[in-house]
């Protein structure tokens, strides 16, 4: 069955550096999703991407966040200058059509920022 | 603004028991609903999708149920194993936003002994 994939699952990062975290959707999907659940809490909302644009972002998505597809594969997070409090795991996700279809997650990548 | 609960956080329960889990939404404007199960430090994986039209849905041992009126859903587990043990996450899609996105609960932790 095909997977959602995402690499690294684990990165650590200093505090004010850059991290990508990548993502492989199942192929024929058409969104892309990117959620984050810091340890012990919700899982949250971070942006939506459809159609090669955000579709939707977060509050917790501002400037520091940006999210790109490079090419026909990819999907990637980018996280310009990360704070302790972005530690968490980041989840990538894909639905191959409108609301009324199904995400499908990735295992995601535990990021911790010391 | 949506907000998903599930009772009880946390079940214990022996091998070969029929339980159910609770998930309660505050806005019964969904899309659907969506059941997950999340192995400790690893993603989300789908069980069940419940559209707003649907009663229930069902896959093997799990049953899950929409009283989107009311804002309920119950996910029933027969015959419990402990290969079962897990936290199981609710979360609905609602109308918020362009498309909707998955808004989560907490999750129930359940852990069935042999």
């Known amino acids: 069955e095909p997977e959602v994939t995402q690499t690294p699952s684990h990165q650590v990062t200093q505090m004010g550096q850059e991290v990508i975290l990548r993502c492989v959707p199942i192929s024929n999907h058409l969104y892309f999703y990117w959620y984050r659940q810091i340890l012990g809490q919700k899982v949250e909302f971070l942006v939506s991407f459809y159609n090669n644009e955000i579709s939707e972002k977060s509050e917790i998505f501002d400037d520091q966040f940006s999210v790109e597809r490079p090419d026909g594969s990819n999907f990637t997070l980018k996280i310009r200058s990360t704070k302790l409090e972005d530690s968490a795991m980041y989840f990538c996700?894909?639905?191959?059509?409108?609301?009324?279809?199904?995400?499908?997650f990735g295992n995601g990548t535990r990021l911790t920022v010391t | 603004k949506q907000e998903v609960t599930q009772i009880p956080a946390a079940l214990s329960v022996p091998e070969g028991e029929n339980l159910v889990l609770n998930c309660s939404f505050t806005?019964?404007?969904?899309?659907?609903l969506q059941w997950f199960r999340q192995d400790p430090g690893k993603g989300l994986t789908s069980l069940l999708l419940?559209?707003?039209?649907?009663r229930e849905q069902t896959s093997g041992r799990l049953n899950a149920s929409l009283d989107k009126s009311s804002g309920r859903s119950t996910l029933y587990i027969a015959a419990s194993q402990p290969g079962d043990s897990a936290t199981y996450l609710c979360?609905?899609?609602?109308?918020?936003?362009?498309?909707?996105?998955?808004?989560f609960g907490k999750g129930t932790k359940l852990s069935v002994k042999p």
């Open positions: 806005d019964s404007a969904i899309y659907n």
């Open positions: 979360a609905v899609r609602d109308y918020g936003g362009s498309q909707g996105n998955l808004i």
């Open positions: 419940i559209q707003s039209s649907q």
């Open positions: 996700a894909s639905s191959p059509s409108g609301p009324n279809s199904p995400l499908h």
